[in-house]
């Protein structure tokens, strides 16, 4: 039995799979994501401790563990000290507190150079700006600190002792993906050279026996080998059965996340999108990590007195194209981070009067989401299979619109289980046991009565982003 730990940024949950790689058993608990101020995002790190060793006690009991395998959340900053314990509260990825030095970076050039080098984009709730801005603010922090990294790092370390990260974390902002290591010069180009020492070391599938502490904490023998998968983008592409290039990967979450594997590293064009390295030497996953997502839709659903149990019949009261209602989904308060960078990016809908239904901004807020999908699957460069997972694909009729808008077949995956899935294929690699074949799932084949409508929503939708970022640009 092998488990794949899954942390997440407000659930944490452990699959244990069967050899064969049927689920046998799941445990999750959730976890709090606190606003301690406008634009800012922080995470209990002792909280993510205890949740993560309750699901492991969970399934402890269901039998002979071989080996557990954590993916989780990437990017913001997680700071530790020497032994592992918390310097601070965690700095999420959703945060926006260093909008102000992405802008700075933006009109000096230090945003285009890393991107020229590495092939992802720096957000705010990136590691490298997060850093700056801590360096500015708390600098006490980071000089308690030994390691700042993300959040299956500390969670490996605190079950093994093991001060390490791999290379599909370390990808953003300092990660040479030629090299697979750290380059110096872009830790310098971000004035965070000081702080150098804080990177935990690179390694491919990092693994280390479970502590006797850790043993006696979460039931688990002594000795179980604990490796760190890629974080939970790159392992739901590996779970999803993502292995041939130009196939790609579509979370459907609180935020989309959009995935294509790719076996060059792309530097053109205008910046944009994230290069992360996968569990295969020669391959990376070109990103577009959108901020958009079901957040957006669950809001536009209770401001309009809606819950999720009305969205089929929503979506199916307000015809294609819903009756002239656009929106533009952009309702994170960091504003967008792919397919472009934009933290004053926000929400906006057109088209309303007074003969507008609920239904009709439902579904333009459904329909924007998807367009926002082709727009970083198109970047990312999709050419063959598409995978759906999150829990937006458990909608049948929103699952439609996305293979409508996309305008092609869609292997949608049932249940939340997919980068779990990818941990636990990380922990049997690392212990010289076979993958399991790609999970099957319900394909979705897109409408061609549809077709048309969307074509020319979706280049509404471009014309739409293109004038509203001119627009964000000079607001202060």
Same mark, same amino acid.
């Given at each position: ?322 009756? *002239? #209602?656009? !929106?533009? $989904?952009?309702? =994170?308060? %960091?504003?967008?981070? +792919? ?6 990016? @926000? /929400? ?92 099957? *799932? #319900?394909? !979705?084949? $897109?409408?061609? =009565?549809? %077709?048309?409508?969307? +074509? ?6 471009? @014309? /739409? ?12």
């Amino acid at each position: 039995m092998i488990i794949g730990l899954d942390l997440g940024t407000t659930l944490i949950k452990a699959v244990a799979f069967a050899d064969d790689g049927t689920p046998l058993a799941r445990a999750a608990q959730r976890t709090r994501l606190d606003r301690p101020g406008p634009g800012r995002y922080e995470q209990d790190v002792t909280e993510v401790f205890a949740a993560a060793e309750s699901v492991l006690s969970e399934l402890a009991v269901r039998g002979s563990v071989d080996a557990v395998g954590i993916t989780g959340q990437g990017d913001g900053v997680w700071l530790a000290s020497a032994d592992g314990e918390p310097v601070r509260p965690a700095v999420s990825w959703l945060d926006a507190r260093a909008t102000d030095i992405l802008d700075r970076w933006q009109a000096d050039g230090t945003l285009e150079a890393l991107f020229r080098r590495t092939g992802s984009l720096l957000f705010p709730g990136a590691a490298a700006p997060i850093l700056a801005a801590l360096a500015r603010e708390e600098p006490a922090a980071l000089d308690a600190a030994t390691t700042a990294g993300y959040c299956k790092d500390l969670v490996l370390q605190r079950l093994t002792g093991l001060r390490a990260t791999d290379p599909s974390d370390a990808s953003v902002p300092f990660l040479d993906p030629h090299t697979g290591d750290y380059a110096d010069d872009l830790v310098e180009l971000c004035g965070l050279t000081p702080y150098r020492r804080l990177l935990a070391p690179v390694t491919r599938l990092p693994t280390a026996p479970l502590s006797t502490v850790a043993g006696a904490r979460t039931g688990l023998p002594a000795g179980t080998p604990v490796v760190a998968a890629p974080y939970d983008l790159p392992a739901c592409a590996w779970g999803g059965g993502v292995t041939q290039v130009g196939d790609g990967l579509l979370i459907i979450g609180t935020t989309l996340a959009c995935q294509v594997l790719t076996d060059t590293v792309d530097t053109a064009g205008e910046p944009c999108g994230l290069t992360l390295a996968t569990w295969t030497e020669g391959r990376w996953l070109r990103a577009m990590p959108a901020m958009v997502g079901a957040a957006a839709l669950d809001w536009v659903l209770a401001t309009t007195g809606s819950t999720v149990d009305d969205l089929p019949g929503l979506l199916e009261s307000s015809p294609t194209g819903a009756n *002239g #209602v656009t !929106v533009l $989904p952009f309702f =994170a308060e %960091a504003g967008e981070r +792919a397919p472009f960078v934009e933290p004053r990016a @926000r /929400a906006r809908v057109d088209g309303l009067h007074v003969g507008t239904g609920r239904a009709d901004l439902v579904r333009a807020a459904a329909e924007a989401i998807a367009y926002a999908a082709r727009h970083c699957l198109t970047a990312a460069g999709l050419t063959g299979e598409l995978v759906v997972c999150g829990g937006g694909a458990s909608s049948r009729p929103w699952l439609q619109i996305f293979a409508d808008v996309l305008d092609r077949p869609l292997r949608a995956l049932a249940g939340d289980e997919v980068g779990a899935r990818g941990a636990a294929l990380a922990a049997r690699q690392a212990i010289g046991l076979p993958g399991w074949a790609a999970p099957s *799932g #319900v394909v !979705v084949e $897109p409408s061609s =009565a549809s %077709a048309a409508v969307y +074509a020319d929503g979706y280049a509404r939708y471009l @014309r /739409a982003v293109e004038h509203a970022r001119e627009w964000w640009r000079t607001q202060p």
